[in-house]
């Protein structure tokens, strides 16, 4: 899951920063 949290990082912190400290 982290390898897929880390790519969801890599979108989501471009569009929605509280998204990615949601899936981390």
Sequence with gaps: ???V???IH???D???RPL???LA
């Design 14 to 16: 471009s569009r929605c």
């Design 20 to 22: 990615s400290v949601v």
């Design 10 to 12: 890599t979108v989501a």
């Design 1 to 3: 899951h982290a390898a």
């Design 5 to 7: 949290a880390g790519e």
